[in-house]
């Protein structure tokens, strides 16, 4: 059974979804998904382990042997990525019932649909990140995007619909990209397997369709993690989706295109391709600065609190960005930790506001005021999410900012560290915004008052204290990075 | 126990008390209970470490590991052993007086408020045994935290930007220039221990030591070295025993004492003194002595007063640790010892008055000694020995900053600390002369009742008047404590 486990990671969530679908509405189609996701981080958390002990599992789809076959293929690098994107993956959906039933302009008859929607998001996410062949990125690719374009137009505002046609568009295009550039590589080499590819690759590396390949997949790739200037889909799709699908996007979506990034660019192509004859870091780091200080200083002017949000997440893109264009065991570190840390960053702050919309029907500045006052456990949750994305000490947000000021001081970066302290700075100016309202001004006559329910906010916290945990205990969120950037660079163990 | 076991107990003693605390929101008695017995706890438990630590134990625990060969430890050394000590004596008292003041006013969110106080105490002593910068960094940051909501405690207008610039300057300082030298340290140096005679030495040279050391100095902006001091007279929105035990005692001396701390042990006295980067340390400290002396002879209201004395007598640490000399180094740990006790005193006793007469101004003081004699008496004792009188405890350190300055054969630095004695003076004295002398305002009937603040503020702050005259006498084995520090 436990050899299997590979391919469950896929099958589990991918069977469950069309189950759900054919389910009667009611409490029955949310049973069975949450317990899917639970499933699946219980894999993930399996599989983490099994890797760190035994090293690279390798697993052959149907018994067919690569590369001929599809190769599943599980490092240290994926399995951190399977175990956020299922953790995350449960905790919104442990959330999401209440705000499906409640806050979602869908007739109870299609409820179930969301559920399948949601899991065949998960599948496809699980799927880019488990697989070591590049077509079935590309596939996995597609189904994510696809489900992940419905899930973003079931927005309460009627601006969801073209957030998700906008997304659809610029999605469409990168998904295209990547599809162009795996393409070119399959004409140059004969062989989709990724571990193939890396060996054959470097023959013909010195030609014109490769390199067209790599500018095709970066540019394919940089749209769909949303790095600047191609983010300008992300903002709308985040402020108008329900707030379950924001924090369940937002923490993993960018993310696990983020780690395609580095599949590809690290694994594939490898470093020296990458990053010495094709000087992509010369590309990153100037987009990734000019990301990181925009997105910061647009999120200042924002008054809806969930797109300064948005826009304070093309910022964080950036900062992993950053830690990738370092290349170096630390700055990848570093961006592998704050893939991670974000994830929990993000997840808290998007789902404590879900909390606020549902008791008060808005996230917009002026009418969150007060509400520290009504809704006391949600704001709590909101304000150590907004430290750790910050980056305080003793917050998950403080070991990425550590090792990506350490990985920039490492090359003799000064500039760089010291913009990444700055921005944190803007970080406090756009978090305190909203921190003063909550807690200064006086909540408007007549508000509705009340916490949110439990059922929203024990997954909000859940994800709060996780903030806390992993600022202090840093195995996993920065040992087990270390570990992936390692692997990544081929250097190490 | 052996001390080892007995150290952690005073980082989770306060936030222990914290839980209890808020366990206990609709009642007050035992919610006040809490705090009280958590301070004697606190107390008991520092000074059981007193006797190993003054013999030369160094117990050193690893609470966890934030990185390879990065821990979050504690460890104690005679610097932070005094620090602690401060902190946990004078925890007790500004308990009671918390009780008797915030009673006394009537405030709001009084349970918000003794939580909040118990995590800063607790990060105070986290900050008192970091064993290494990291440790410190953390537990500097959450002082600034858990000190906000206390700042901004009255919830108006004028808290909220009071609160802005507390954050903005405390945070912004930490973030941009502190945090930035750390990673440095660990970049050039490997380490981030507390070491004897400094960890750089050989690491790093030429005119980035004094780089280095800016980036320290103005990042610990809770030392209140100016350009970045405005947070302080700022704080003082806060209700008065706030500013009493943490913008008298507990925050601005974290600041301090991590200035000490970094000097000590991160660059070490004889680097500094052989590569003179630490000369303009003295001269940007001098300044800062005495033009926040000149700013509080502006003042007339009390505890903006009392503010910018702090932020002067901030100064003299700074500049005993600047001079990079062991007698400097003694006199400025001393100092922070001798001003707690008499910043405290001179604050409760600006708290005793607003919660007895309502007077905030010092010109409203006029003849109201006569009324509150045992606070004005205190308060008398209390400016006395931050200005440097025999037989009060201030004098000690002010003679060993005279000294530190005189083997560094600064003599322009000394001119400087007896022109601010006489500064201390002239705007210190008015207060207890007003009160005691001054004809009471037109319409005052010649014999003046007795009408004191309640008895919970009133013993506090004889108390604390008492210790400074106690520590004048306890100044050799405070001296034989703090000798070790600077020798390698």
Known sequence: ?493 | MNSETILPLALFIPLLSAFFIALNDGRPDWREGATLLGSLLLLGVVFSLLPAVATGARPTVDLLEFAPDLPLRLSVEPLGMTFACVAALLWPLNSLYSIGYMRGNQEQHQTRFYICFAIAIASTIGIAFAGNLLTLFIFYETLTLSTYPLVTHKGTEEAKQAGRLYLGILVGTSISFLLLAIVWTWVVAGTLEFAPGGILAGKIDGPLVNVLLALYMFGIGKAALMPFHRWLPAAMVAPTPVSALLHAVAVVKAGVFSVLKVIVYVFGIDFLKDTGASSWLMWVAALTVLLASFVALTKDNLKARLAYSTVSQLGYVVLGAALATSMGVIGGSMQIVMHAFGKITLFFCAGAIYTAAHKTEVSQLDGLGRAMPFTFGAFLIGALSIIGLPPLGGSWSKWYLLVGAADAEQWALMAVLLLSSLLNVAYLLPVPARGFFAAAPAGGAAQIPIREAPLACVVPLCLTALGCLWLFFQADSLYALLAPITVR
Not at chain 1, 95 to 103: C, K, L, P
Not at chain 1, 333 to 355: E, P
Not at chain 1, 433 to 441: D, G, I, L, S
Not at chain 1, 456 to 480: C, E, I, M, R
């Open chain 1, 1 to 493: 059974m436990t050899e299997h486990l590979p391919v469950l990671q896929v099958v589990v969530p991918l069977i469950a979804a069309p189950l759900c679908a054919l389910l009667r509405p009611g409490r029955a189609v949310w049973l069975l998904a949450m317990a899917t996701c639970a499933l699946c981080l219980l894999i993930a958390a399996l599989l983490l382990d099994r890797v760190l002990a035994q090293g690279v599992i390798s697993y052959a789809m149907g018994g067919w042997p690569a590369p001929w076959g599809i190769e599943y293929r599980v490092d240290a690098a994926n399995a951190y990525m399977l175990l956020i994107v299922a953790a995350i993956g449960a905790v919104v959906m442990a959330f999401a019932r209440t705000v499906v039933e409640q806050r979602i302009r869908l007739p109870a008859s299609k409820q179930p649909w969301f559920y399948a929607t949601y899991l065949l998001c998960l599948t496809g996410l699980l799927g880019m990140i488990v697989t070591g062949d590049a077509f079935n990125v590309f596939v996995f690719l597609e189904i994510s995007s696809l489900s992940s374009y419905v899930l973003i137009s079931i927005g309460r505002d009627r601006r969801a619909l073209t957030a998700a046609y906008q997304y659809l568009i610029m999605g469409t295009i990168g998904a295209t990209f990547i599809l162009i550039g795996i393409g070119f590589l399959y004409v140059m080499t004969g062989t989709l397997n990724m571990a193939d590819l890396a060996a054959r690759l470097p023959a013909v590396a010195d030609t014109r369709t490769v390199r067209a390949a790599f500018a095709f997949l970066t540019i394919g790739i940089s749209l769909k993690l949303a790095l600047f200037p191609l983010h300008l889909w992300l903002p709308n799709a985040y402020a108008y989706a329900p707030s379950a699908v924001t924090a369940f996007l937002a923490a993993t979506a960018t993310k696990v295109a983020i780690y395609v990034l580095l599949r590809f660019f690290f694994t594939i192509f490898g470093a020296q391709f990458s990053f010495g004859t094709m000087r992509l870091d010369a590309i990153l780091l100037p987009l990734a600065l000019a990301g990181i200080f925009s997105a910061s200083v647009v999120a200042i002017f924002q008054t809806n609190v969930k797109r300064m949000l948005a826009y304070s997440s093309v910022a964080q893109i950036g900062y992993m960005i950053l830690g990738i264009s370092l290349v170096s065991v630390t700055g990848l570190t570093a961006a592998i930790s704050h893939l991670f840390n974000h994830a929990l960053m993000k997840g808290t702050l998007f789902m404590a506001l879900g909390c606020v919309s549902f008791r008060i029907g808005a996230v917009s500045l002026d009418r969150m005021a007060g509400v520290g006052r009504i809704m006391p456990w949600t704001m709590g949750a909101f304000v150590i999410g907004g430290l750790s994305l910050i980056g305080v000490p003793m917050t998950a947000g403080f070991v990425s900012k550590w090792y990506l000021i350490l990985g920039a001081l490492e090359r003799g970066w000064w500039p760089v560290a010291l913009l990444v302290l700055f921005t944190s700075l803007l970080a406090v100016v756009y978090i305190w915004r909203v921190v003063e309202t909550a807690y200064f001004q006086p909540a408007p006559e007549g508000r509705a008052t009340g916490e949110a329910p439990l059922a929203l906010l024990v997954p909000t916290w859940a994800l709060a204290l996780a903030n806390l945990y992993f600022g202090l205990d840093t195995s996993l969120n920065a040992g087990v990075a270390r570990r992936a950037a390692e692997a990544l660079l081929g250097v190490g163990p």
